[in-house]
């Protein structure tokens, strides 16, 4: 009877250690590779809502802008200090302001983009390889 006993225990033991899959160097390199990317989705993605209410920001400014006469002189603030300026000036810095935010906007969604490609593709070979026993889900 104890040898029945020992064998299921066994048995067991043996399917719980069948599930193991040993870690090679280079899937510790992937698993590296897809935490590194991860933290710089991260990053990228707090600059982008940083851009996106800065780029708010400015398209409240524009409307404001709208109201003002033309010959008020507009407080324009560049770097630390406020200069006035006329309406057509401070409508083009505006203008010029909006587009680079949305240059930047548009980069920081293309990097996004790449990365999460890349870390696709990396889920793909870990999950092959390891299945449940990792947990990519991010």
Do not use: C, W
């Not at 600059?47 to 006469?69: G, H």
């Not at 696709?120 to 092959?128: C, I």
């Amino acid at each position: 009877m104890a040898s029945i006993l020992q064998r299921r225990m066994l048995s067991k033991e043996d399917e719980n250690g069948a599930d193991e899959v040993e870690v090679r160097r280079e899937d510790q390199d992937k698993i590296n590779r897809f935490s590194r990317l991860h933290q710089r989705e991260l990053l990228l993605e707090e600059e982008l809502k940083t851009k996106n209410k800065e780029k708010e920001e400015l398209d409240d400014l524009t409307v404001e802008l709208e109201l003002a006469d033309e010959d008020d002189k507009i407080p324009y603030k560049i770097g630390d200090a406020f200069f006035h300026v006329s309406l057509e000036q401070a409508q083009e810095m505006l203008s010029t302001a909006t587009s680079r935010i949305e240059e930047d906007t548009s980069a920081l969604g293309d990097k996004i983009g790449t990365l999460r490609e890349e870390m696709d593709e990396l889920k793909v070979q870990l999950y092959a390889r390891f299945g449940k026993q990792i947990n990519l889900e991010t």
